[in-house]
């Protein structure tokens, strides 16, 4: 996660309730994405800092445990440099200038100057943020499945060029051979197309050239895979992506919860706070008077009543709301009761980080101190088998 500084109940709702339960499944690493930070905000790197403890307080707050999961600062862990520039080495421009959010960013944050090679290689530093870890799964939203993707295709390459047995290229040639000179010259065009430009299309196509062929044998056929996407030993595993379903958390005024529309409810907020962002919502704009019955789905609260109350109270404002049977300050108080009450454990838990910032200070080098133990161990191999471990 960037550190975006203190995180708001969309934050909670979308992404840290679905990591606090996956800490109990899963050998989880959570961290702060310090220096995705700097791709588009290298002109204002001032508030990071500040940004990074008040995020980590919120992930203790919301019940990140680091008993349970790793949590660290990925600049404290410099392996990710150094395998983001490895990786950069062996990466198409084309698959990094593909990705759809590429475009889209340059498009929505205009006012920054985003031609810069540390923005376009962004995917390439999450992929190097996650095969680091050689991790198995990767939890993300629908609008994030194309950098995992992208991630996948990079450990095949990387495991193509450098996971190859001795041998193993003059056999696959051989078999090429044996398939006759004209699928020959197809197949030899598909995989150059795949691996100098990053044409998942060509691969596919090459896939399916294979498996047409009725007189190749069984081992010819699983080598000329294999050396269409690798073969040979796995470096780095190709991570599968958990999809982490979308949370849909209304802010104050029926938009979608964001810091930028100004209408959050933080995450550790005072109990009166929240009350009172509560009382002043807006409401059915039609609804002017206390005896005018209302419409709930012209309204905000009802779409925090649907995240925060039960079947009784969703029934007890629909209908009190349309027969004018109950006022507005009425309808919203379980609302606000509700979300004070969900907050309430987040509080207690975050007084202490709060008071005491050297905890929190000593759970982040801890983690720092644990992933970096499991990051060296990727990058010995990795230069090992690049022929740089000397
Ligand atoms: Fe909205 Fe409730 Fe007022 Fe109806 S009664 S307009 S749902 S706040």
Known sequence: ????????????????????????????????ADWHALTTHYET?????????????DWLAAGINPGSATMFVQSRVPEHAELHLLLSMITPLGWLERVPTY??????????????????????????????YRAGWVPV?????????????????????????????????AAIKRMGKKTAKLYESLRKRYLEQGDGEALETARALLRDQ????????????????????VILPEPQVLLTPEAKMPGLDGQKMSK?????????????SISEKVRTMQTDPQRVRRTDPGDPDKCPVWQLHQVYSDEATKSWAQQGCR?????????????????????????ER?????????????????????????????????????????
């Open 45 to 57: 790197p001032y508030d990071i800092e500040q940004s990074v403890w008040e995020m980590v307080i």
């Open 214 to 233: 009725q007189n190749i044998s069984l081992g010819d056929r699983e080598r000329l895979y294999g050396f269409l996407e690798g073969g040979g030993k």
């Open 1 to 32: 996660m960037r550190p975006t500084g203190k995180l708001h109940l969309g934050h909670y709702h979308g992404v840290l309730k679905n990591w606090v339960q996956l800490q109990h499944e899963y050998e989880c690493f959570f961290f702060v």
């Open 103 to 132: 475009k889209d960013q340059q498009e929505k944050l205009k006012e920054r100057d985003l031609a810069t090679y540390g923005f376009l290689g962004y995917p390439l530093l999450q992929s190097a943020d996650i095969l680091v």
């Open 323 to 347: 027969s004018a049977g109950i006022g507005c300050i009425e309808c919203k108080k379980p609302v606000a009761d509700a979300i004070i009450e969900e907050q309430r454990p987040m509080r």
């Open 260 to 272: 930028s529309y100004g209408n959050t409810i933080g995450l550790r907020e005072d109990a009166d």
């Open 350 to 390: 975050a007084k202490r980080y709060e008071e005491d910032p050297g905890l929190v200070h000593s759970i982040i080098a801890e983690g720092c101190d644990h992933a970096r133990d499991a990051a060296k161990a990727t990058l010995e191999e990795v230069r090992s088998v690049i022929g740089l471990a000397y």
């Open 141 to 173: 939203g629908a609008d994030q499945v194309s950098h995992i993707e992208m991630t996948r295709e990079v450990a095949r390459r990387f495991n193509h060029l450098y996971g190859r047995e001795p041998g193993f290229e003059e056999q696959a040639e």
